[in-house]
Nanobody, 123 residues
Framework: QLQLVESGGGLVQTGGSLRLSCVGS????????IGWFRQAPGKEREWVSC????????YYADSVKGRFTVSRDNDVSTAYLQMNSLTPEDTAVYYC????????????????WGQGTQVTVSS
């Protein structure tokens, strides 16, 4: 069974940067697209970005396009989300998730999830 563990969250000021990591274990991560989602208090979980199995295709929500960069290194079974120019609206718990059917924007398409990492952006 695939297990995912996120790290890299924290408190940052507006305009700052963070890099989140998502480490996979248990099965070969290369077979899975990795999606990033976030959930702010009182709001539904929303899709942020996705990287394809090989890393050659990346996708972004309009709200983060141009500020966030998703990547992966299958040699170390890790996906990354580089977040720049952060604003308080980016404050949320960030989750990575995996799907063997490729990238999707929909929560229901992903079967394996990490526990989440908190990102807080102060004004």
């Amino acid at each position: 069974q695939l297990q995912l563990v996120e790290s890299g969250g924290g408190l940052v000021q507006t305009g700052g940067s963070l890099r989140l990591s998502c480490v996979g274990s248990g099965v070969v991560v290369d077979f899975y697209a990795i999606g990033w989602f976030r959930q702010a208090p009182g709001k539904e979980r929303e899709w942020v970005s996705c990287v394809s199995e090989s890393g050659d295709k990346t996708y972004y929500a309009d709200s983060v396009k141009g500020r966030f960069t998703v990547s992966r290194d299958n040699d170390v079974s890790t996906a990354y989300l580089q977040m720049n120019s952060l604003t308080p609206e980016d404050t949320a718990v960030y989750y990575c998730a995996a799907d063997r059917r490729g990238c999707s924007e929909y929560v229901i398409e992903y079967h394996d999830w990490g526990q989440g990492t908190q990102v807080t952006v102060s004004s």
